[in-house]
Nanobody, 123 residues
Framework: QVQLAESGGGLVQAGGSLRLSCAFS????????MAWFRQAPGKEREFVAA???????YSEELMKGRFTISRDSAKSTVYLQMNSLKPEDTAVYYC?????????????????WGQGTKVTVSS
């Protein structure tokens, strides 16, 4: 059974940076599309970024240039580097996984989810 464990969230001032990590276990990491979603209080869960099993990346348009997704196959870990953070980035960030090959940007397309890590950006 695939399990995902996020870490790296916390409190940061506007303009700062954070790197979120998601440790993958229980399957063959290279066979999965990995993604990050986020959910702010009172809002629906939204797509942030995804990376295919072959390393192609996809990012939500408004976050391009600030957020970067990457994966380390040796560590079975996917990362989300977040720079120039804004108060509106405050949310719980979730790691998700789906069996390859297609990358999707809807939460319903992912089978496995982590417990989430909270990011708070102060103004």
């Amino acid at each position: 059974q695939v399990q995902l464990a996020e870490s790296g969230g916390g409190l940061v001032q506007a303009g700062g940076s954070l790197r979120l990590s998601c440790a993958f276990s229980g399957g063959t990491f290279s066979s999965y599309v990995m993604a990050w979603f986020r959910q702010a209080p009172g809002k629906e869960r939204e797509f942030v970024a995804a990376i295919s099993w072959s390393g192609n990346t996809y990012s939500e348009e408004l976050m391009k240039g600030r957020f970067t997704i990457s994966r380390d196959s040796a560590k079975s870990t996917v990362y989300l580097q977040m720079n120039s953070l804004k108060p509106e980035d405050t949310a719980v960030y979730y790691c998700a996984a789906k069996w390859r090959t297609s990358v999707v940007v809807t939460s319903t397309g992912y089978n496995y989810w982590g417990q989430g890590t909270k990011v708070t950006v102060s103004s």
